[in-house]
């Protein structure tokens, strides 16, 4: 099966912008979800399909993608954005769907 | 409100079985869709099944390895995934999810409060 990485982590001061990647050769190929996971809580659906915003999802988040990098954007980044975020994809070469290794975000 | 309510976690040996079961509310159950991630402690989600909103289709991670088994009971909203000859790395929190789109497979956007299983000797 697809591999699809982010980095572990990323840093940013409050109030600046945060960009998370997630990069792997299917990426291009299929939509990808981005999810957002605080300690002790179960995910949440931030991004869906590359750049759709479910209900609920603060305007501050959004989608984009390149080639085969996907990237979710935290604007004006507040305390409360700290959490754990995931990328997933559909992989048509296997028929199961693929998370990201997860990438920590901390506000400093 | 859609709620989604795991149960059917605990201790189980190496080697022994176990069925989760998910009891859904609040949306159409028949009409989506549903879900299986688990997260070992301290790691990453790890996605596990999806069944179609029939029944008729599922498809699974590639650790399943014929393992798992997800079924779905329409009439009384309920999701089961039934574990066998399970190992120590299955040790997770396990959680259903509800999928996104209506009559497709989707990204989950309601997650039940998931349950723990825990397989040791």
């Known amino acids: 099966s697809s591999v699809v990485t982010q980095p572990p982590s990323v840093s940013v001061a409050p109030g600046k912008t945060a960009r998370i990647t997630c990069g792997g050769n299917?990426?291009?190929?299929?939509?990808v979800h981005w999810y957002q996971q605080k300690p002790s809580q179960a995910p949440v659906l931030v991004i869906s399909y590359d750049t759709d915003r479910p209900s609920g999802t603060p305007e501050r988040f959004s989608g984009s993608k390149s080639g085969n990098t996907a990237t979710l954007t935290i604007s004006r980044v507040e305390a409360g954005d700290e959490a754990d975020y995931y990328c997933q994809v559909w992989d048509y070469t296997s028929d199961q769907y693929l998370f990201g290794a997860g990438t920590m975000l901390t506000v400093l | 409100e859609v709620q989604l309510v795991e149960s059917g976690g605990g201790l189980v040996q190496p080697g022994g079985s176990l069925r989760l079961s998910c009891v859904a509310s609040g949306f159409t159950f028949s009409n989506y869709s549903m879900t299986w991630v688990r997260q070992a402690p301290g790691k990453g989600l790890e996605w596990i099944s999806v069944i179609s909103v029939s029944g008729a289709f599922a498809y699974y991670g590639d650790f399943v390895k014929g393992r798992f088994t997800i079924s779905r009971d329409n009439s009384r909203n309920t999701v089961d995934l039934q574990m066998n000859s399970l190992r120590a790395e299955d040790t997770a929190i396990y959680y259903c999810?509800?999928?996104?789109?209506?009559?497709?497979?989707?990204?989950?956007?309601?997650w039940g409060q998931g349950i723990l299983v825990t397989v040791s000797s």
């Open positions: 999810a509800k999928d996104s789109r209506a009559g497709a497979f989707s990204p989950a956007d309601h």
């Open positions: 299917i990426i291009g190929s299929t939509g």
